[in-house]
């Protein structure tokens, strides 16, 4: 069963790392994506994430299960942050743990590309002039099309 | 039913929920926004048609011809952009 946080507090890398290995030594791969707040032009002061609660956790619990249902897994963790954050901050973390490293580096990537296109997050930039809401990328709903099984 | 707004929609209407009363012969989610377009202007202009707009009903992805009833609890939202 995959472990998913929704907060406001940072995370500890090394910590999470330890208790999704904790006991379980079949474990032979570890991936570990960490996104963070980017600053493109040096002109943001911060970012704000909105969500949906309720849904947020049901949607990433669902994304999280399909991963568990097509690879592999030994250990899955996501924690993703909404709130206000500055540049740098991190913001998700998605690790997934099996024997061999392919079903772990699927399942991590796989689990990004369905949270940003199907997990009820809206993000806000604020800078000095205004605040904007990002908008959604193309790219990221065309990179669902290559986990389509048929 | 309970209709929530997030990000660009909850600001543009200027609302972040409220309780409607699902008027009889509102049964999809099509008809649902149709019907919430001819509110005032506040709900024309976050709800045009021609922009993308994702629906939420009981907290899981709808599409236009997905059902809706007095009790769900129903959201609209843009294009979701978290990661």
């Given at each position: 069963m995959a472990s998913i946080s929704v907060q406001t507090t940072d995370f500890d890398l090394a910590k999470e790392v330890e208790t999704l290995k904790a006991?379980?030594?079949?474990?032979?791969a570890i991936v570990i994506f960490t996104g963070t707040v980017r600053d493109v032009g040096g002109t943001l002061s911060s970012m704000t994430l909105e969500h949906y609660p309720g849904m947020t956790e049901r949607e990433l619990e669902r994304i999280a299960g399909e991963a568990e249902n097509r690879w592999a897994l030994l250990g899955c963790r996501v924690i993703h942050r909404h709130g206000t954050l500055q540049p740098g901050d991190n913001i998700v973390l998605v690790i997934t743990a099996s024997a061999h490293r392919t079903d772990a580096f699927k399942a991590a990537e796989f689990l990004m590309d369905f949270l940003k296109s199907e997990a009820p997050f809206w993000k806000k930039e604020q800078t000095a002039d205004n605040n904007t809401w990002v908008e959604a990328k193309k790219a990221d709903t065309q990179a669902l099309s290559k986990w389509k099984q048929d | 039913m309970q209709l929530i707004y997030f990000a660009s929609i909850r600001e543009q209407i200027g609302l972040s929920e409220e309780e409607y009363d699902?008027?009889?012969?509102v049964h999809t989610v099509e008809a649902l926004l149709d019907d919430l377009r001819a509110r005032g202007p506040n709900y024309a202009s976050a709800l045009l048609a021609d922009i993308k707009l994702k629906v939420a009903v009981n907290q899981q992805h709808a599409k236009l011809n997905t059902s809706v009833k007095d009790q769900d609890e129903v959201a609209i939202f843009p294009p979701v952009t978290g990661g």
């Amino acid at each position: 069963m995959a472990s998913i946080s929704v907060q406001t507090t940072d995370f500890d890398l090394a910590k999470e790392v330890e208790t999704l290995k904790a006991g379980n030594t079949s474990i032979g791969a570890i991936v570990i994506f960490t996104g963070t707040v980017r600053d493109v032009g040096g002109t943001l002061s911060s970012m704000t994430l909105e969500h949906y609660p309720g849904m947020t956790e049901r949607e990433l619990e669902r994304i999280a299960g399909e991963a568990e249902n097509r690879w592999a897994l030994l250990g899955c963790r996501v924690i993703h942050r909404h709130g206000t954050l500055q540049p740098g901050d991190n913001i998700v973390l998605v690790i997934t743990a099996s024997a061999h490293r392919t079903d772990a580096f699927k399942a991590a990537e796989f689990l990004m590309d369905f949270l940003k296109s199907e997990a009820p997050f809206w993000k806000k930039e604020q800078t000095a002039d205004n605040n904007t809401w990002v908008e959604a990328k193309k790219a990221d709903t065309q990179a669902l099309s290559k986990w389509k099984q048929d | 039913m309970q209709l929530i707004y997030f990000a660009s929609i909850r600001e543009q209407i200027g609302l972040s929920e409220e309780e409607y009363d699902l008027p009889s012969g509102v049964h999809t989610v099509e008809a649902l926004l149709d019907d919430l377009r001819a509110r005032g202007p506040n709900y024309a202009s976050a709800l045009l048609a021609d922009i993308k707009l994702k629906v939420a009903v009981n907290q899981q992805h709808a599409k236009l011809n997905t059902s809706v009833k007095d009790q769900d609890e129903v959201a609209i939202f843009p294009p979701v952009t978290g990661g």
